[in-house]
């Protein structure tokens, strides 16, 4: 990781990305755009890691943050979902595990192949600092693996493969297996079962990463404000999770378990964008993260903006960073709206559509066309 003590008053800049499976590709595309913008603007051509002092993911935004933080272009990473997607969501031939849909063997190859099977936490093959989001399903509680040297567990953690953090990361119920891993504490290695993080609070980890970033027992205690600290978020999309009239009566185990993780993740990103909204100043002109989410029909009761800036205002809360939330509602309306009507929003909102990822991907390249606008980010470049 490079020590840029040179400049220890510039504005820090942190990126976070959520997790969602193939639906990845939506913030892969938005990546594309970022780079490819800030090249222009700054006249030179530099990977993100070198833009962004703190990236951090969970699950499928865990792959992203990862081969980002060992300076892979976006548009490789992007080729990640597009060359080994339906690989990695293919059904097995024999009968289905009833515990899990897919094997995580083509999951764990593509892992060591792009993220390097030898890089650990603490390698200075990764340039930027990362945060990764698991669930510790053993002890029950949520682990941030960070490779910040001042992070209390970096000494425990930082001899860990990385892809093996990613995989833990990833390991979401019911579609993969946990993934075990053992962890050195006090002189002896304890393994324990990890699942994917977004079994928790942090499907989408915006609030995790500015906490990493500003409280000093974390490690950074970077400055707080508006001008000093840059907080881009990137969503997989929002989508209601309904169940047809008469059919919850009949749901099995399994059933209810998607519809737990899935309901799950809306949950969590509703959550951590109201508090964002509240802490948070977005750019002007910038699209607002509510109207995305009361658009995808998952948050009927959401506060508006002007209401959320009122609360702020009348508990005398300063804005404590510059917020920018990138993502879409995929509904009919949305997608008509991005110019995609023949591309049917239940289908291309499946985390495990293997068959809709070139549809994922288009959804993306409109998602990033209209959202992205690094211009308006600019002075903290």
């Not at 597009?82 to 595990?97: D, E, H, M, W, Y």
């Not at 404590?320 to 939330?325: A, E, H, K, P, S």
């Not at 809709?356 to 606008?373: D, L, P, T, Y």
Request: charged residues 20%; glycine residues 8%.
């Amino acid at each position: 990781m490079p020590d840029d003590t040179s400049t220890p008053n510039r504005p820090r800049r942190l990126l976070s990305i959520d997790g969602g499976g193939l639906l990845g590709l939506i913030p892969a595309e938005a990546l594309i755009q970022i780079e490819e913008q800030l090249d222009q603007l700054t006249g030179k051509p530099e990977p993100l890691c070198n833009r962004f002092d703190l990236i951090g993911g969970t699950s499928t935004g865990a792959i992203l943050a990862a081969g980002l933080a060992l300076g892979k272009k976006a548009s490789e990473l992007r080729d990640f979902y597009l060359k080994f997607g339906k690989n990695i969501f293919a059904k097995s031939l024999l009968p289905v595990r009833f515990w899990h849909s897919y094997p995580s063997g083509p999951l764990e190859k593509h892992l060591k192949d792009v993220l390097i099977e030898s890089t650990t936490l603490g390698s200075g093959e990764l340039k930027t600092q990362i945060l990764i989001v698991a669930k510790n399903a053993t002890l029950g509680n949520d682990w941030f693996f960070t490779n910040n040297p001042k992070n209390k567990f970096f000494p425990q953690n930082s001899g860990l493969p990385l892809w093996e953090l990613v995989r833990s990361s990833s390991a979401a119920p019911t579609y993969f297996p946990p993934h075990a891993m053992s962890i050195p504490d006090a002189g002896k290695k304890q393994t324990y079962e990890f699942i994917d993080g977004g079994v928790s609070s942090y499907n989408n980890p915006s609030l995790q990463v500015f906490l990493e970033a500003t409280i000093p027992e974390y490690g950074n205690a970077w400055p707080m404000g508006t001008d000093q600290l840059l907080l881009l978020s990137l969503g997989t999309g929002f989508n209601p999770v309904t169940i047809p009239e008469g059919k919850a009566a009949h749901y099995e185990l399994i059933d209810w378990g998607r519809y737990a993780v899935k309901e799950l993740m809306n949950e969590a990103n509703l959550q951590q964008n109201v508090i964002m909204q509240m802490i948070g100043q977005r750019p002007q002109t910038a699209p607002s993260p509510m109207s995305e989410l009361v658009a995808s029909g998952t948050a009927s009761g959401v506060p508006s903006d002007a209401a959320l800036s009122r609360l702020s205002q009348n508990m005398g809360a300063q804005k404590l960073v510059t917020y920018q939330r990138i993502t879409v509602g995929l509904t009919r309306q949305r997608l008509d709206q991005l110019g995609l009507p023949d591309i049917d929003p239940v289908k291309v909102g499946e985390l495990d559509a293997a068959d809709q990822i070139q549809n994922m991907q288009r959804v993306g390249q409109a998602v990033a066309k209209e959202q992205v606008h690094m211009d308006l980010l600019k002075k903290f470049f």
